[in-house]
């Protein structure tokens, strides 16, 4: 915005003074030291040093009060363009939710089955994943005494769950889909299954020997400030989306405690920015929220990349917002902070340009013209100074900015 002023305000103001300086020496019958202290005075009560600091005295202000507040913003750039945001895309695990899930159900498929042999099998698999809800797994068997044995394979299937080898047994678990795609029908566990959904609780599928044999819940609870969250951003305006992997039965739960309306659900890592594009490409500017390794292809896509502070590196990386302590409250922060922060450079432009658009004709002698006083250029230049400092005084008015 200052570039694109800057671009027209320097060269028409060299022009006037030019053209003042010969206006008073060939029309104005003025000597050459008068037509040339009118140049002089232009110039001078024109420099552009108000403008040059109204907008990088407000984004260094404002960015440092955001560091302050546990905000922190990588750019000017985007600091201008989370004003702009009209959709903020939200990731489920780790973002909205505390990420750490526990183990709260083990259903099994035959009546009377020992479910402890199932979550040996369940836990052995995943003791080598980083994955929240494979650690929610390990934890369970861990505290039921179960001690988990090396695998001799594992392979993770992007989205859907892993395949390996446990004591000579083979073993499939995740969702739903993975089973199916394997030929192995679940439909018998499904009233079970929808009731654990309705809770908001994740249903991973076990199949053993390409068996299906159990169904486990895992529930991650929602952070105590999204609700208020939620409302406070609505009342600004914002539309907000859920974007998640989960089913869509579990997806609506969380949406529903959090008070969200807006819900994309099973949607597999990979395509997660895609869906940033679709609603780019519908000509909305999308800010993302997330905090995992698969959350970092749709920070980067995304107008402004918001990324939870206690989240992996590379997500931190491949955002242009980073909300430090982790605490959703944060989001709210950074997009009050964009807007005063602009609102803020806009008084400083109106301010200098307006001082300039009744200064410029002063200096050129309008006065004069009807008997007044010619300007000092003593005087311009400390009037020059004088917008500096008020322009200046304004920014850091951002100091005491609160969300």
């Known amino acids: 915005m200052a570039d694109r002023i800057s671009l027209y ?3 028409v103001v060299m022009c006037i003074a030019v053209l003042t300086g010969l206006a008073w020496y060939f029309i104005g019958n003025a000597d050459f030291s008068t037509s040339l202290r009118f140049f002089i ?33 990588k750019s000017g750039e985007a600091l201008e363009l989370a004003e702009k945001v009209e959709v903020v895309v939200f990731d489920k695990t780790g973002t909205l ?30 003791q080598n994943s980083e994955h929240p ?24 299937i992007q ?7 446990v004591d000579g047994k083979s073993i499939l678990l995740g969702n739903k889909q993975l089973l199916e795609d394997k030929g192995i029908s679940v439909t018998v566990m499904d009233a079970k299954v929808a009731e654990l959904s309705a809770q908001g609780k994740t249903v991973l599928f076990l199949a053993v020997n ?14 105590d400030e999204v609700p208020e969250v939620v409302e406070r951003m609505q009342e600004m305006g914002v539309r907000l989306i859920m974007l998640t992997g989960d089913q869509e039965t579990t997806a609506r739960a969380i949406a529903d405690q959090a008070g969200l309306t807006e819900v994309i659900a099973e949607v597999l890592p990979d395509k997660k920015a895609d869906v940033i594009k679709k609603l780019q490409t519908d000509g909305l500017r999308v800010a993302m929220v997330g905090d995992g390794i698969n959350d ?5 896509q995304a107008d402004i990349g918001i990324a939870m502070g206690t989240g992996i590196d590379i997500a931190i990386e491949s ?44 200096a050129a002698g309008v006065l004069t013209l009807f008997g007044g006083p010619a300007l000092n250029p003593m005087i311009a230049g400390g009037a020059m100074a004088l917008s500096s400092v008020s322009v200046v005084s304004n920014a850091l008015r951002l100091r005491f900015f609160k969300a």
């Not at 009560?45 to 260094?60: D, K, N, R, V």
């Not at 939710?97 to 836990?123: N, Y």
């Not at 819940?217 to 929602?222: I, M, Q």
Request: hydrophobic share 50%.
């Open 9 to 11: 305000f320097v060269p």
């Open 41 to 73: 005075v232009v110039l001078v009560i024109a420099c552009p040093c108000a403008m040059g600091l109204a907008t990088p005295t407000s984004i260094m202000v404002g960015t440092g009060r955001g560091a302050q507040l546990g905000v922190l913003v």
């Open 97 to 126: 939710t505390h990420g750490k899930p526990k183990l709260t159900d083990i259903l099994t498929v035959e009546k009377g089955v020992s479910s402890d042999e199932f979550l040996l099998l369940a836990a052995s698999c995943e």
């Open 133 to 156: 809800i494979a650690v929610a797994l390990v934890k369970g068997a861990i505290d039921k005494n179960l001690t988990p044995v090396q695998p001799k394979s594992f392979d993770a």
């Open 159 to 165: 989205g859907k769950g892993i395949e390996g080898q």
């Open 210 to 223: 390409k068996s299906f044999v159990a169904i486990f819940g895992v529930a991650d609870t929602l952070k």
């Open 296 to 300: 970092a292809p749709a920070l980067a």
């Open 319 to 362: 955002g242009d917002v980073v909300i430090m302590k982790g605490n959703l409250d944060g989001v709210i922060t950074a997009l009050a902070l964009s807007r005063a922060v602009m609102r803020n450079i806009r008084q400083n432009l109106f301010w200098a340009f307006g001082y300039n658009v009744v200064g410029i004709p002063v």
